[in-house]
Structure formats: C-alpha cells, structure tokens
C-alpha cells in the first residue's frame, strides 16, 4: 500500500511541477485581473456533509454588485477498508454542484451563501479509472475484489451502521453563510489579508447522508499577493464539526476540521489563466482505525480559466489525492462565474 502511494504521489508532483516549470519558461506579460483561485474541497462522501472553507481570493465583491459561482465535481471513489471494530465502504461515484452566491456588505466585505446538491450512484467510471491506473502504473487499491458498477457508501461500527448516503437519489445539502473581510490591502510586495467566518445550517438530509444534523462553525485566515503575471495565495481554516446523531448512537467522535491550502495563478493571456492548488484537509475521524476513514487528504488541483465576455469565465480542472486513501480516486470540476 505504501508503495501504491507514493507512486501517486510521484505522479501527481511531478505533473504539477511540469505545468510550473512550462509556466516559468514564459513571460507573455499579460497582467489582467487575477481570476483564481480555484474554489474547490475534497468532494468525498461523509466529510462532505461538514463545513469546509473553500479557498477564495482576498478580492471582496463590492456593495450594490453580486456575483454567482457554479461548481460542479464529479468523484469516482473506491475506499473500502475493516477494522477490529467496524468497516467503511465507500464505492461509487458523487456529484456535487454549488450555486456560491456573494453580495457585498461594504468596501472590504461580501456574504456568500452556498446551496449545494449531491447525487451519489453506481456511476459508469469504474472501467476507465482501471484503465488510467493501468496506463500509468498506479495501483487500484482494490478495486479487482469488487464487481464493477457496485454501489455502496456507510460506516459500520460495533456492528451497527454509523453512517450511510443514499444512493440514486438528489439532495439538498448543508448551507454554508460566510462572511468575509479584507482587513489589509496589498501593497507592493506586502501580500493582502482576509479573514473569515461561517456558518453552517442542517438543510440537508442526515439520514440520506446529505448533511450531519446539526450547526457547524468556522473561522479562517488568508493571504494574497500578486507581481506581474502571478498571483499566489494561501489559507487556513478551523471548524466546529456537528457530529451526527448516528455517529453518537454507536459511540464514535468526530474530531474539529483543519484547512490549508496554497494557491498559485499564472495568467497566460489576456484572458486565461492557469490555475494550481495544493490543498490539505484533516480526517472527520479516526476512532475506528481504518485508513479509508481516519487519514488525512492533500490533494493537487490543476486546472484552466478563461473569460466568457466581461463579466464572466468558464473552468476546468481536475484534483487528485497524493497521500492517502481516504480521498476521492479521480475528481473532474466544471465551473462558471458570472458577475453584475
């Protein structure tokens, strides 16, 4: 397993650092707006339904303006793992789409509210995946014990269910309400500085699996600084995990989440740009023992925007996890922003 890891790993860095290093060797020198980074988070099946601050740029949205954001990412996931004390089984396939809607509230500070939507099936992918890992050497963790097109996501400890998505069925997930506030212009070399606070309200439904039942909260931290034709950028952020009611029936913990990520942005012309993330997540939990559940993600986000007109652009990118098992195999992510 340990071997199967970091051959991932080696995979993942060393195609990120190919699109950096093409990126350096370059020096078009357009300096249009910034239009990172990319919004995205790890798009797994139970540590969706907890608060997670997305990275953002520190750029507010002014009063009187209001801006819409579209993400969808589709994950083919294959983490099944036991333990002396219960199993996890997550296989299948997630879509998740947010409608990120920000207004401002005053010169350096905007309210955002995310409604998202989650659909977990079978899916189709499985076929593919084998055939990428296979033409890249990368391991398929298991997948050739398990029929294709299976469809199975719960958490079972001491022999009862602590946890299970619905699958073939639409949901309204949890809504997060954030507030942001740019308490530091960049200037210069001198990186701006933002911070952050959210909330998270129970809409989606606990016992599908589309949300945990109960109030999350969050603070985060960020910093951004721009020269020429880059932008960089990098946050942290805390949050107060709700557990769930069934996790509390069966005794297991859920443990505060932890967020970082650092951002880069490379604007190869006067109306696109290349986009890289390097994000990391902790694990929601790690009572039973079992890797798939209790590791933490660091995950590698590449991806490309360009403008659509004025006031809007379109994004494509695709995320995968370097470190562990617990996160998602393979992340594609639409995306589209338009303001007014």
Same mark, same amino acid.
Request: with cysteine; hydrophobic share 40%; net charge negative.
């Given at each position: 397993?340990?071997?199967?890891?970091?051959?991932?790993?080696?995979?993942?860095?060393? +195609?990120?650092?190919?699109?950096?290093?093409?990126?350096?060797?370059? *020096?078009?020198?357009? =300096?249009?707006?910034?239009?990172?980074?990319?919004?995205?988070? @790890?798009?797994?099946?139970?540590?969706?339904?907890?608060?997670?601050?997305?990275?953002?740029?520190?750029?507010?949205?002014?009063?009187?303006?209001?801006?819409?954001?579209?993400?969808?990412?589709?994950?083919?996931?294959?983490?099944?793992?036991?333990?002396?004390?219960?199993?996890?089984?997550?296989?299948?396939?997630?879509?998740? =789409?947010?409608?990120?809607?920000?207004? !401002?509230?005053?010169?350096?500070?905007?309210?955002?509210?995310?409604?998202?939507?989650?659909?977990?099936?079978?899916?189709?992918?499985?076929?593919?995946?084998?055939?990428?890992?296979?033409?890249?050497? +990368?391991?398929?963790?298991?997948?050739? *014990?398990?029929?294709?097109?299976?469809?199975?996501?719960?958490?079972?400890?001491?022999?009862?269910?602590?946890?299970?998505? @619905?699958?073939?069925?639409?949901?309204?997930?949890?809504?997060?309400?954030?507030? *942001?506030?740019?308490?530091?212009?960049?200037? $210069?070399?001198?990186?701006?500085?933002?911070?952050?606070?959210?909330?998270?309200?129970?809409?989606?439904?606990?016992?599908?699996?589309?949300?945990?039942?109960?109030?999350?909260?969050?603070?985060?931290? $960020?910093?951004?600084?721009?020269?020429?034709?880059?932008?960089? !950028?990098? !946050?942290?952020?805390?949050?107060?995990?709700?557990?769930?009611?069934?996790?509390?029936?069966?005794?297991?913990?859920?443990?505060?989440?932890?967020?970082?990520?650092?951002?880069?942005?490379?604007?190869?012309?006067?109306?696109?740009?290349?986009? +890289?993330?390097?994000?990391?997540?902790?694990?929601?939990?790690?009572?039973?023992?079992?890797?798939?559940?209790?590791?933490?993600?660091?995950?590698?986000?590449?991806?490309?925007?360009?403008?659509?007109?004025?006031?809007?652009?379109? *994004?494509?990118?695709?995320?995968?996890?370097?470190?562990?098992?617990?996160?998602?195999?393979? =992340?594609?992510?639409?995306?589209?922003?338009?303001?007014?």
């Amino acid at each position: 397993m340990e071997a199967g890891r970091s051959k991932r790993r080696s995979a993942g860095w060393a +195609l990120g650092c190919a699109l950096l290093l093409i990126a350096g060797c370059h *020096t078009a020198g357009h =300096t249009g707006p910034a239009r990172g980074p990319l919004p995205l988070r @790890t798009n797994g099946p139970f540590v969706q339904s907890f608060l997670t601050l997305r990275p953002r740029s520190a750029e507010t949205v002014a009063p009187g303006a209001a801006e819409l954001r579209v993400v969808s990412a589709y994950s083919s996931i294959f983490e099944v793992g036991d333990g002396n004390s219960g199993a996890v089984s997550f296989d299948g396939e997630l879509w998740r =789409t947010s409608a990120l809607f920000r207004t !401002g509230l005053g010169a350096s500070t905007d309210l955002e509210v995310e409604v998202p939507f989650v659909y977990a099936s079978s899916g189709f992918l499985d076929v593919f995946i084998e055939t990428w890992h296979g033409l890249l050497g +990368l391991p398929d963790g298991g997948r050739e *014990t398990r029929p294709h097109f299976d469809y199975d996501m719960d958490i079972r400890a001491l022999g009862q269910e602590a946890w299970q998505m @619905t699958g073939d069925r639409l949901g309204l997930g949890d809504v997060p309400v954030i507030v *942001t506030h740019r308490f530091v212009d960049a200037r $210069g070399s001198s990186p701006a500085v933002f911070v952050r606070g959210a909330v998270e309200l129970p809409v989606g439904s606990e016992e599908d699996g589309f949300g945990n039942g109960a109030i999350d909260w969050g603070l985060g931290l $960020g910093l951004e600084s721009s020269f020429a034709d880059w932008t960089f !950028g990098a !946050g942290a952020g805390w949050t107060d995990r709700a557990r769930p009611e069934s996790f509390a029936h069966v005794g297991l913990e859920v443990e505060d989440g932890l967020a970082a990520s650092l951002s880069g942005e490379w604007r190869w012309s006067a109306t696109s740009s290349l986009l +890289l993330n390097l994000r990391y997540e902790n694990a929601v939990s790690d009572d039973l023992g079992i890797e798939e559940l209790g590791g933490d993600v660091v995950e590698l986000d590449l991806g490309v925007t360009f403008d659509a007109g004025a006031s809007s652009r379109w *994004t494509l990118a695709f995320s995968e996890d370097l470190i562990s098992e617990s996160g998602p195999d393979f =992340t594609a992510v639409l995306g589209f922003e338009t303001r007014w």
